[in-house]
């Protein structure tokens, strides 16, 4: 390789030269503005030298190049950080990095060049992520910019605050839309657990029915069809709904890392068709049998009846 480098300190420069020789055929294309951009970067930042290379041809050019100036800092004392992918196809692309990688690691002898980090980048999102891993890729860490910042499965949490009860009066708000009728009265929430161990179903009670026991047999209904019920012998039960405010009426707010704990405990306890990411099975949050009926005969008192004529 034939090098023309100008700014670049003679220790670095006969070290790329002298590494590169034993490379062959490796930096036979390589190019040469990218290596005095690499070579740049590594002088500014010996310690954080995580070089781009798919400006050009990642194995023709970028990867050698990066190899080069990696070697040129493990001589002169220093180690460089690694790559990053931006394009193409990522899967493959890491694959073939790391085998240069390792085939360098035993060319040269130096111990750890064949695990150095490899980053891809690329509008990533959960599924571009859930398909390489599903094939197979050496990518130690992904950036992921846009879709972390913005959700575009879901670009706004709608959220609406609804009264359900008043001056110890329960108020329910209805609508031709079933699923925006509120759920009337003050209420308490559990998790249901069964035998093998996953959440069941949520159930709602009113705040003062006595909460569901461990071993006995419960009703579970859909707020709002009457034939959808069901019969629940919970093997746990958990209290989900907590009054968190400071000072002695509730418990104090838990660190950012514990409700993150308690969260992953939670998804972990749902059944694996709840979770899956294509048509999972919905998970039902169902209410006792006291406040289905509250709840219709609050909505047949409040509705008006209709006049045909
Ligand atoms: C190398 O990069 C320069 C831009 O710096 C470009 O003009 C040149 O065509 C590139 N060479 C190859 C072989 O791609
Ligand atoms: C209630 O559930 C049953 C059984 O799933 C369903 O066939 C029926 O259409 C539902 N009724 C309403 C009003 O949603």
């Not at 071993?215 to 709904?241: D, M």
């Amino acid at each position: 390789m034939r090098m023309v480098l100008f700014a670049l300190p003679w220790s670095l420069s006969v070290v790329i030269q002298e590494g590169s020789e034993s490379l062959h055929g490796a930096f036979g294309e390589t190019n040469q503005s990218e290596l005095a951009a690499f070579t740049s970067y590594a002088l500014a930042m010996p310690n954080n030298f995580l070089a781009l290379v798919d400006t050009y041809d990642v194995m023709k050019s970028g990867i050698p190049n990066f190899c080069a100036v990696a070697l040129a800092l493990n001589q002169l004392g220093y180690k460089a950080a690694g790559i990053r992918l931006d394009s193409g196809d990522l899967a493959y692309l890491s694959t073939v990095a790391r085998k240069f990688f390792h085939a360098i690691e035993k060319e040269f002898g130096i111990l750890g060049f064949g695990n150095m980090i490899i980053t891809a980048s690329n509008d990533l999102n959960e599924e571009t992520i859930d398909a390489l891993n599903k094939q197979g890729h050496e990518v130690d860490a992904f950036g992921i910019g846009t879709h972390l910042v913005t959700c575009y499965a879901q670009a706004a949490l709608g959220c609406v605050f609804k009264l359900v009860e008043i001056n110890g009066q329960p108020r329910i708000k209805l609508s031709e839309d079933v699923s925006k009728v509120s759920i009337p009265c003050k209420k308490r929430c559990y998790r249901l657990y069964g035998k093998e161990g996953y959440a069941l179903l949520d159930l709602m009670t009113g705040e003062n029915e006595p909460p569901p026991k461990v071993g006995e047999r419960i009703l579970c209904r859909h707020p709002f069809n009457e034939s959808k019920r069901a019969y629940v012998v919970p093997q746990r039960v958990e209290e989900l709904l907590k009054c968190f405010w400071p000072g002695n009426k509730g418990e104090e707010l838990p660190t950012l890392q514990t409700s993150r704990h308690q969260c992953m405990k939670h998804l972990d306890q749902m059944r694996r068709d709840h979770m899956r990411r294509l048509n999972p099975t919905p998970y039902k949050v169902s209410v006792s049998a006291k406040l289905y009926d509250f709840i219709h005969f609050l909505w047949l008192n409040e509705a008006p009846v209709g006049e045909l004529e």
